[in-house]
């Protein structure tokens, strides 16, 4: 097999699990805006329990305690914009603020310490919460995405999945394309070329991504497309152009968009994990398109085949033996070449190879 001789060294000094400390200077999805209400909901991020609600037009996250005696606030009772502690009725207003004891009597000064801890930011990118539950790393973005925000595209959520997985490893498996033949021959791998095509990876624009951590890999093939009924019409060639633009927004954000060059069609996956805990990952996903005219059922049956190729795919993720993403890094140790997790890299591996290579750069920014 042939190794890539630019590439990174094949020995990790770091193994990215899914509550590294680097991550907590990162955005991640904890939630699709339309399941936020007033009411509260509790989310896991990183290892940390949340609290998720609504209050006027914002969306309010803080950490899922109660400074009194540490209650779970997604047990808590909605008032006047804020929360209500199940266990004594501490008012939290909807910064944060306790605003009430009831314990004491009315005059009495409420501590400046009672108050909800905030996590670090809270935005809202085509329909999903993102948190960073520290201050956010410089040249870390939220991901991009010029789909979301066309209107001549519809959207379809795939159902949030649940999974036992590393999510540096689930962002590895959704850039790498030569494992359709074998895991996808049940959907559409079946006819997929076994050899890797030459991706074009970039670090900067051409692609999208905004920030230091993100790339692009971009491919144009050739290839048989039987469903396009012009094909049958004599319209169009069988033979027609494909473009592949993966994207990539680190930490785990990550989107495909398919262009159709003949059919004039495009079709975009967006893939964004929430690292929950060492061992869980939730998967936000949604697939945006232009060419369905509005049709509904054919947006379901599209999303109902994504669906079943991504169970496919966590079929393999979730019976990975280590849920840590391997990193380049400085001081690998000597003899580390049969460290358990050591990886061989290929030409085929060129977009993993860059994940590994931006993620360990983040890892040593957040350490400096
Ligand atoms: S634990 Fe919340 S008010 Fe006491
Ligand atoms: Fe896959």
Known sequence: MDTVKASIKSVPSINLNNT????????????????ISELPMGVLLLGENLVVFRSGDRVRVFYDRCAHRGYPMHKASVEAGGLRCAYHGWLYSPSGACTEIPALPGDTAIPSRARLRQVGGVEERFGLVFVCLDEPLPGVTLPVLPEASDATFMAGDLPVLRTRSCAGLLADNFLDTAHFPFVHAGTFGAGEDKVVGSFDVRRSPGGTPAGEFAFSASYEHLFA??????????????????????????????????????????NTIGFFVCPETDE???????IWRNDLAGDEARMRQAVDFELE????????QESMATLVLPLPGPGNP????????AEIHTRADRTTVELRRVLGELVARSAD
Request: aromatic share 8%.
């Open 20 to 35: 590294h400390m680097a991550l907590r200077r990162c955005w991640h999805p904890v939630a699709r805006c339309g399941d």
């Open 334 to 341: 000597p003899g580390a070449a049969r460290h358990p997790a």
């Open 309 to 316: 190729v991504l169970k496919e795919d966590l079929l393999i």
């Open 280 to 286: 869980y990952c939730r998967i936000f996903s949604t």
């Open 225 to 266: 497309n039987r469903e396009d009924p012009a094909v049958a019409k004599g319209e169009r060639p069988l033979n027609q152009t494909r473009r592949l633009l993966y994207r990539y927004v680190a930490p785990f954000h990550l989107s495909l968009r398919i262009d159709y060059v003949e059919a004039e069609g495009t």
